[in-house]
Structure formats: C-alpha cells, structure tokens
T-cell receptor
Framework: EAQVTQNPRYLITVTGKKLTVTCSQNMNHEYMSWYRQDPGLGLRQIYYSMNVEVTDKGDVPEGYKVSRKEKRNFPLILESPSPNQTSLYFC????????????FGQGTRLTVV | LAKTTQPISMDSYEGQEVNITCSHNNIATNDYITWYQQFPSQGPRFIIQGYKTKVTNEVASLFIPADRKSSTLSLPRVSLSDTAVYYCLGLPSSNTGKLIFGQGTTLQVKP
C-alpha cells in the first residue's frame, strides 16, 4: 500500500530536549516536505527536499533541521524545542515538486512544555 | 499560481448532495484545480483534480466551467463520515513545490 509513515503520532517533551520525527515513504517519490498546522494559521511549509541530498527552507524553518540521505526518509529534527513549536506536523511526498497529488502522513502532534 | 476563495463553512444532512464552490479568478492557463479532504488531526488527502469540464471518480465530481474562474466539488449523498475540511488548491509553487492550502471549507454533516 502506498503510504507516508510518520513516527511518533504523539509526543510530549520538555524545552531544549532534542527530538526527531521520522518520515518514510514507499512510493519512490523525489519530492518530500514538512508542514506544520496551527489553528488560524493553516498549513505552513517548514522544509522541503527535491531529491536525495537536496533540501531547502520553506516558510517557517527557524528551529528545525532536516536531512535527506536516502530517497525514502526525510526526518525532521528539533535541536532545542521550544513551546512555540507545539503544533501538528505533517510529512508529505509527491512524485516531483510539480505534482498536485501529494501523500500526507498521519501527523505528529507535538507538545513542548 | 491561482489564489482561491471558498466558503468558510457549510452544513448538510445525511443523504444530501453537497456542492462546494471555489473561486479562482486569476487562474493561470496551465493551472489545474485540486481538492483535498482533511479529517480532524489527520493529514490532507487528495480527492480529485481537473482542468476543465467535468471529472468524476469514486469519491466526488469536479465541475469546472469554460472560463475556469471557479470550480465546484460535488459530494453525492453525504454521510456523517464526510464531515471534514475541504481545500481547493491551484498548482504547487513552481520554485518550492509548496502546496498552498487556504482556510478551506468546513463541512458539517448532520444526521
């Protein structure tokens, strides 16, 4: 089954404790991205990757890092989480950056206290 | 890149047909219109896309008139499980691939 898998689904952590949210897709897609969703602000792109070893900042990259060492994996790293990073996070993938059909993960609800 | 406008919310009852209209007055010649569905705390899911006239799949129909300045997503005989937010989108950003999600239309289906 074609899917994007994120882990964990829920995470509560403390300020400053490094964490990684994993994302994996099984569709051999070139393009992957991370979004955060907040009430009243909608979905905002954090980082994106057009292919292996090619990543770039989206609209709200501060406080986040990503890597794309393999085509299928695109982890999101919070080196020193802060409460303003409390949000619902989604990983997405599509065949290329021009494709309108994107596949989203189930989401990770992160709470930073 | 088309800027889209949709109603913020709609109510319906089970068994009814629901039509959600999206305005995109400045749609580009090469823009496709895509609709996504999002249930609470889940990722958006691609429903349907079209360029003009009518497209139908197992989930919905999409009507785009000849001038392409608007489009209508039609959900036949909705059920409670169709309660969700529906987003109308243009093409991804050509530079970044970002999908532009607006506020969407919150559809509430009542029994």
């Amino acid at each position: 089954e074609a899917q994007v898998t994120q882990n964990p689904r829920y995470l509560i952590t403390v300020t400053g404790k490094k964490l990684t949210v994993t994302c994996s897709q099984n569709m051999n897609h070139e393009y992957m991205s991370w979004y955060r969703q907040d009430p009243g602000l909608g979905l905002r792109q954090i980082y994106y990757s057009m292919n292996v070893e090619v990543t770039d900042k989206g609209d709200v990259p501060e406080g986040y890092k990503v890597s794309r060492k393999e085509k299928r994996n695109f982890p999101l790293i919070l080196e020193s989480p802060s409460p303003n990073q409390t949000s619902l996070y989604f990983c997405a993938s599509s065949l290329t950056r021009w494709n309108t059909e994107a596949f989203f993960g189930q989401g990770t609800r992160l709470t930073v206290v | 890149l088309a800027k889209t406008t949709q109603p913020i919310s709609m109510d319906s009852y089970e068994g009814q047909e629901v039509n959600i209209t999206c305005s995109h007055n400045n749609i580009a010649t090469n823009d496709y219109i895509t609709w996504y569905q999002q249930f609470p705390s889940q990722g958006p899911r691609f429903i349907i896309q079209g360029y003009k006239t009518k497209v139908t799949n197992e989930v919905a129909s999409l009507f785009i008139p000849a001038d392409r300045k608007s489009s209508t997503l039609s959900l036949p005989r909705v059920s409670l499980s169709d309660t969700a937010v529906y987003y109308c989108l243009g093409l991804p950003s050509s530079n970044t691939g970002k999908l532009i999600f607006g506020q969407g239309t919150t559809l509430q289906v009542k029994p």
